[in-house]
Structure formats: C-alpha cells, structure tokens
C-alpha cells in the first residue's frame, strides 16, 4: 500500500553534513521524493510537531533541540517520502528511537548520540504511522509544495493576509 510519511533532517544531521548520507540511505526504499525544503523552525511549528510528548521531562530541552539551538542555527530540513510501506521502510532505516540502542547499521545508529544532559540526538525524524504523517505532512507543508494529491483539498480566497514578498 501507497504511504507518504514526513522526514525531518534535525539540526544535527545538517550540522554534522550528514545529509546526503542520509539521502543515501534512504534512496535505498526506492521511494519517491514528492517534497522537500529547508525549514526555520519557529516555537510554534515545534510545539505543534510535539504535542504529543509535552508532558515529558524531556519536553523543554526536545522543543529548544528540533528549533536548532544547540546547533547555532534555527533550520531543518523536511521532506515528503511517498511509496509502497513507506514508513515501515524509513523507520527501519532510521533505527531505534533512542540511539544508544538502535542497530549501528541505522541511521540513527550510525550518527546519534545522547548529550550528556540526556537529549536524544538522533539526526532524523519519521512519522510513526499513517495518522501521525498526515498531521504531520498538513503541519509542515502547504498542499502546492507537494507534488502528489495526498489528502483532499479546498480552495478559499483569503483576504487581507499580510505575505512577505521580495522588495
Ligand atoms: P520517534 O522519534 O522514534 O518517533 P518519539 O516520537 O517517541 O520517537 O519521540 C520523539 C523524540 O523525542 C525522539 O526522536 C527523541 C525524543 N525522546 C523520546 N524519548 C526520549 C527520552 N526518553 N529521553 C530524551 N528524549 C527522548
Ligand atoms: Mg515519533
């Protein structure tokens, strides 16, 4: 069965230059790249991403991690991967949440660590399932950036939005 599923290259992974190893890697499900940019990640895009996770310990120090503040610089990178069991695919390439434990073959294996204030620094996100990548795909993309119909659209006209656009 068909599945997109949302990776997030952390800030990690693009200050170790990692990304093209991980690319790599995941070229290996053959699955279609169908989106992808470089996000600055604001308070409110990364509280969203977590909620479910915001009664953790952990919550304050994941949040000020996945908005790149300890890497010195606000962005990551997303993508939409879409294909045949696409997220059984690039969760079993990414390897065990925690990286310490994940197979040294997996990403997460291969380039994570725990910090030693305990933040799991593991280079890469993918969406659990397939109700877990829809929320997530409709948070971090707008329908036109991807080059797929994944979910039901509708067209509005929006009035007096105030964009950013070049001087
Ligand atoms: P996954 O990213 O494998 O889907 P998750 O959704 O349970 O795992 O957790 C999201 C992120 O939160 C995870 O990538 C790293 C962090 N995290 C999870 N459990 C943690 C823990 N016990 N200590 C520190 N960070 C943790
Ligand atoms: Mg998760």
């Given at each position: 069965?068909?599945?997109?599923?949302?990776?997030?290259?952390?800030?990690?992974?693009?200050?170790?230059?990692?990304?093209?190893?991980?690319?790599?890697?995941?070229?290996?499900?053959?699955?279609?790249?169908?989106?992808?940019?470089?996000?600055?990640?604001?308070?409110?895009?990364?509280?969203?991403?977590?909620?479910?996770?915001?009664?953790?310990?952990?919550?304050?120090?994941?949040?000020?991690?996945?908005?790149?503040?300890?890497?010195?610089?606000?962005?990551?990178?997303?993508?939409?991967?879409?294909?045949?069991?696409?997220?059984?695919?690039?969760?079993?390439?990414?390897?065990?949440?925690?990286?310490?434990?994940?197979?040294?073959?997996?990403?997460?294996?291969?380039?994570?660590?725990?910090?030693?204030?305990?933040?799991?620094?593991?280079?890469?996100?993918?969406?659990?399932?397939?109700?877990?990548?829809?929320?997530?795909?409709?948070?971090?993309?707008?329908?036109?950036?991807i080059i797929v119909d994944l979910y039901?659209?509708?067209?509005?006209?929006?009035?007096?939005?105030?964009?950013?656009?070049?001087?």
């Open positions: 069965m068909n599945q997109a599923t949302l990776i997030l290259i952390k800030p990690d992974g693009l200050k170790k230059s990692l990304t093209g190893n991980i690319l790599t890697r995941l070229s290996e499900t053959k699955l279609e790249i169908v989106a992808a940019k470089i996000v600055r990640v604001s308070d409110e895009l990364a509280r969203k991403h977590y909620y479910h996770l915001k009664d953790k310990p952990f919550f304050e120090d994941l949040i000020k991690y996945i908005k790149g503040e300890f890497h010195g610089r606000r962005k990551v990178m997303a993508l939409v991967y879409w294909g045949e069991s696409a997220i059984e695919k690039c969760r079993a390439l990414a390897g065990a949440t925690n990286p310490e434990e994940a197979e040294a073959t997996t990403i997460r294996g291969a380039y994570g660590r725990i910090t030693t204030s305990g933040v799991y620094e593991n280079v890469i996100h993918v969406s659990a399932n397939e109700a877990e990548a829809e929320r997530e795909i409709k948070l971090w993309f707008q329908p036109d950036e039901p659209t509708k067209e509005i006209i929006e009035k007096e939005k105030k964009v950013r656009v070049w001087a």
